[in-house]
């Protein structure tokens, strides 16, 4: 099993038009670009597997649908200002790239899913490091 978990959370702007390029550059890099680099890399491996399966560590940020309209999830304000926009959209992007690693090795009989485990006690962001539930509990959700 190969489960992509690293990820960064830049955005400190509270509107999408205050967030340098560089931040999403910066962002993807980690949350997007990564993904692709290692899970290409452990292809070989994971068609040697007797249950080969990977595990993309999302966000229900990255949901389109719930990036549009009222949410009890997120803080309308923040969805309709863009913020954390950089970490948002590289969700979003993670969530396509899953579809498609899903079809594209669905004939190597490996199995490609998302996980997207809710705010968490981690070193993310400011927010995450006062919430409730830590990475552990989290990782129930991929049994």
């Given at each position: 099993?190969?489960?992509?978990?690293?990820g960064?959370s830049?955005?400190?702007?509270?509107?999408v038009?205050?967030?340098?390029?560089?931040?999403?550059?910066?962002?993807?890099?980690?949350?997007v670009?990564?993904?692709?680099?290692?899970?290409?890399?452990f292809?070989p491996?994971?068609?040697?597997?007797a249950?080969?399966?990977?595990?993309n560590?999302?966000?229900?940020?990255?949901?389109?649908?719930?990036?549009?309209?009222?949410?009890?999830?997120f803080?309308?304000?923040?969805?309709?200002?863009?913020?954390?926009a950089?970490y948002?959209?590289?969700?979003?992007?993670?969530?396509?790239?899953?579809?498609?690693?899903?079809?594209a090795?669905?004939?190597?009989?490996?199995?490609?899913?998302?996980?997207?485990?809710?705010?968490?006690?981690?070193?993310?962001?400011?927010?995450?490091?006062?919430?409730?539930?830590?990475?552990a509990?989290?990782?129930?959700?991929?049994?």
């Amino acid at each position: 099993m190969l489960v992509n978990n690293a990820g960064v959370s830049l955005d400190t702007a509270s509107v999408v038009t205050d967030v340098e390029t560089d931040v999403f550059c910066r962002t993807y890099e980690t949350n997007v670009f990564g993904v692709v680099a290692v899970t290409n890399a452990f292809v070989p491996a994971l068609r040697r597997s007797a249950h080969p399966r990977v595990v993309n560590v999302s966000s229900g940020t990255g949901s389109l649908t719930w990036s549009t309209g009222v949410n009890p999830q997120f803080d309308f304000h923040a969805t309709a200002t863009g913020a954390g926009a950089a970490y948002r959209s590289s969700k979003a992007a993670l969530n396509a790239l899953t579809v498609f690693y899903a079809h594209a090795l669905s004939a190597d009989r490996i199995k490609v899913n998302a996980l997207a485990p809710g705010l968490r006690k981690t070193s993310l962001n400011p927010v995450a490091a006062t919430a409730g539930g830590g990475p552990a509990e989290a990782a129930a959700g991929l049994s």
